[in-house]
């Protein structure tokens, strides 16, 4: 089972707004991500959680603030956004770091509109 | 601007064989990617290479990799109109968790 679940799979959101976007993987990996995906572009890293804790944090704004409540959950809460932060939000995760295992896996994303 | 290229697009004919190219830079990357997307949905790890492989089948994919131009193709044989999407070639640079992607190849599949 190589499935990634992410909810909701669309979100429509006020700039006045606080929202979450939720991940699951019950694979057993130790790292998970979040990426920003805007249309015919690839996939910019935002933050990456290693056993639970924040290992990488792009220079992401603070309206955007990550938690990884345990080893399988990984959540985005949303806060104060702005239309420019309109995007499909991917999360992914990997056994452990990529030099060593390979596999990154993305599930379908959250697509969030910000009005 | 990213570090991986690629062709933007590709048209091939149902039934023939696509082949899609990138150039990466850095030599020490240890893997090598492809993602599939279709309209719509996530990314789709298709196959992946290690840097110390020259070729890798997985049923009608081929991955080709030439370490010392740094060039990277994915060869799909027999190609269905299923295969219509957005191509992702990527590389670790050596790096735990980061992957440079490059811009993707919109593969687009005519009858």
């Known amino acids: 089972d190589t499935e990634v679940t992410q909810t909701p799979k669309h979100l429509v959101m006020g700039m006045t707004n606080k929202k979450s976007l939720k991940c699951e993987q019950h694979?057993?990996?130790?790292?998970m991500y979040w990426y920003k995906q805007k249309a015919k572009k690839p996939p910019e890293l935002m933050f990456v959680?290693?056993?639970?804790?924040?290992?990488i944090n792009e220079s992401v704004p603070s309206r955007f603030s990550p938690e990884c409540p345990n080893s399988s959950l990984l959540n985005l809460h949303l806060h104060a956004l702005q239309p420019e932060d309109s995007a499909l939000y991917l999360c992914?995760?990997?056994?452990?770091?990529?030099?060593?295992?390979?596999?990154?896996?993305f599930g379908e994303g959250s697509r969030l509109t910000v009005l | 601007g990213e570090d991986v290229e690629q062709s933007l697009f590709l048209s091939v004919r149902e039934g023939d064989s696509s082949v899609i190219n990138c150039t990466y830079t850095?030599?020490?990357?240890?893997?090598l990617y492809w993602y599939k997307q279709e309209p719509g949905a996530g990314l789709q790890l298709l196959t992946y290479?290690?840097?110390?492989?020259d070729m890798k089948q997985d049923q009608r994919l081929t991955v080709l990799l030439n370490k010392k131009d740094k060039h990277l193709s994915l060869r799909i044989a027999d190609t269905q109109t299923g295969d219509s999407a957005i191509y992702f070639c990527?590389?670790?640079?050596?790096?735990?968790?980061?992957?440079?992607f490059g811009a993707g190849t919109t593969v687009t599949v005519r009858a």
């Open positions: 850095d030599s020490s990357s240890t893997y």
């Open positions: 959680y290693s056993y639970e804790k924040l290992s």
């Open positions: 992914a995760s990997s056994h452990g770091v990529l030099t060593a295992t390979g596999e990154l896996f």
């Open positions: 694979m057993g990996h130790r790292a």
């Open positions: 290479i290690f840097s110390n492989m």
């Open positions: 990527a590389e670790n640079l050596f790096s735990d968790y980061k992957l440079s």
